[in-house]
T-cell receptor, first 112, second 114 residues
Framework: EADIYQTPRYLVIGTGKKITLECSQTMGHDKMYWYQQDPGMELHLIHYSYGVNSTEKGDLSSESTVSRIRTEHFPLTLESARPSHTSQYLC???????????FGPGTRLLVL | AQSVSQHNHHVILSEAASLELGCNYSYGGTVNLFWYVQYPGQHLQLLLK??????LVKGIKGFEAEFIKSKFSFNLRKPSVQWSDTAEYFC????????????FGKGTTLSVSS
């Protein structure tokens, strides 16, 4: 069982609010990822990190930002939430050199 | 651009029926291949993976998948499904290079009736 955690699990928030989605892993993995998934659709990579102080944008353009100050922590921030940000956000991690990714439980975000 | 196609959006089976879920990818080089499963209310979990070697790989819970390089396919199979296999199944691919992320298919929802 992989140890990767996301909070909150569910979030309902008004337009214009700043939100941070938390993701932590206790496996010492170097690589971490954020995916966005709309119902019935594939997961799309929005951010990834290969280590501390390394962050890159993924295939899907996103207005969110991420930081990687500590190996185990990879938070995602939306400065001003909009209804178009309503989605499920999944965090994942993997060990350097091994591409098996372990996923957190996800955060379901609803922006009103 | 690389992509993954899962042909079946929703599959409905009775218990003990055989299962095959199709997955094709578009990438000409060497790839790593995965099937992930998401049971209702749970995390995405790795079902099985292929990196190299025997193209027939076995995963958890009696699932297996066959990599057919000439067809760019990695179909998932199970000879006899159970009600507890009801879940969403995702095929994913990553090029066999350091520093690349997974590309997922849209997923297939499997509903098994008892």
């Amino acid at each position: 069982e992989a140890d990767i955690y996301q909070t909150p699990r569910y979030l309902v928030i008004g337009t214009g609010k700043k939100i941070t989605l938390e993701c932590s892993q206790t496996m010492g993995h170097d690589k971490m990822y954020w995916y966005q998934q709309d119902p019935g659709m594939e997961l799309h990579l929005i951010h990834y990190s290969y280590g501390v102080n390394s962050t890159e944008k993924g295939d899907l353009s996103s207005e969110s930002t991420v930081s990687r100050i500590r190996t185990e922590h990879f938070p995602l921030t939306l400065e001003s939430a909009r209804p178009s940000h309503t989605s499920q956000y999944l965090c994942a991690s993997s060990r350097q050199g091994r591409e098996t990714q372990y996923f957190g439980p996800g955060t379901r975000l609803l922006v009103l | 651009a690389q992509s993954v196609s899962q042909h079946n959006h929703h599959v409905i089976l009775s218990e003990a029926a055989s299962l095959e879920l199709g997955c094709n990818y578009s990438y000409g080089g060497t790839v790593n291949l995965f099937w992930y499963v998401q049971y209702p209310g749970q995390h995405l979990q790795l079902l099985l993976k292929y990196f190299s070697g025997d193209p027939l790989v076995k995963g958890i819970k009696g699932f297996e998948a066959e990599f057919i390089k000439s067809k760019f396919s990695f179909n998932l199979r199970k000879p006899s499904v159970q009600w507890s296999d009801t879940a969403e199944y995702f095929c994913a691919v990553t090029p066999n290079q350091a520093g690349t992320a997974l590309i997922f298919g849209k997923g297939t929802t499997l509903s098994v009736s008892s």
